[in-house]
């Protein structure tokens, strides 16, 4: 039983590779295969084009050369040179503003010597408003009124906010007074600008501009025991001056 069962699946095994290969037979799959492995080992019958000549590109003219003859060869005399020299050429230039000392004028300066900007041309609502500011800390006087509230103290309106100065601001400082907020200003031209915000006093905006240097203002430094003194250093020789907000000199 086992035997004839084996002899048919041997019998039809057979005859599926027959089937099959006659089925390849009629395809042709060998001899295509077989041309085409002949035609990819075949040399190519196209020859490259040989490639145009590059034009060489022709060496620009060379630009005459200019002997420099010297003097002596010209029989010039050194002072009598066709070329003057960069000295002769143009005069020096003046001396700027830079080369003055940072203080206009050595001593103290007077206040209204330097002052130029303020409300009735007058700097005496400044001073007065200085000697009238209490040192009282802020947090002191905030007990005296009730408790802060920044909704109502932090906002901006168009009544605080001021040109001080005309250039770039470099230093803002602001004087320790709890009950006045004044604020100190240096720029690049030398000028300190002092602006009163609680100024109501008469026409004008509180700012009052005074013009002590001629080089830009560093650094301005109020003492915070002693309001009316300040301190302010230029950038040209690390110059220092004192003003005495109750005096009328910078020092």
Known sequence: MASGAQNDYERRRLENIRRNSEMMASLLLQRKAADLSASLKRPSSKTPKPSPDRKKSRPSPQSPIVIRRSLRTRGLPPDQSPHPQPSDAAPSPPPSDLAEDTVRKHGPLLAREVFIQGPGLSDCGFKDAILGASGRPS??????????????????????????????????????????????????????????????????????????HSA????????????????????????????????????
């Open 216 to 251: 830009p203002v560093s650094g301005i430094s109020i003492h915070p025991f002693s309001p009316t003194k300040l301190l302010d250093t230029v950038h040209r020789k690390n110059t220092l001056a004192r003003v005495v907000c109750t005096d009328t000199a910078w020092d």
């Open 139 to 212: 947090s002191d006087l905030g007990k005296e009124g009730g408790p802060f509230d920044p909704r109502l103290s932090l906002v901006l309106r168009p009544d605080s906010v001021r040109k001080v100065l005309s250039e770039r601001i470099l230093t803002v400082k602001f004087f320790p007074f709890g009950d006045r907020t004044v604020i100190a200003a240096g720029n690049k031209l030398g000028h300190v600008g002092f602006w009163d915000v609680d100024y109501r006093e008469g026409d004008g905006d509180g700012v009052y501009v005074y013009a002590p």
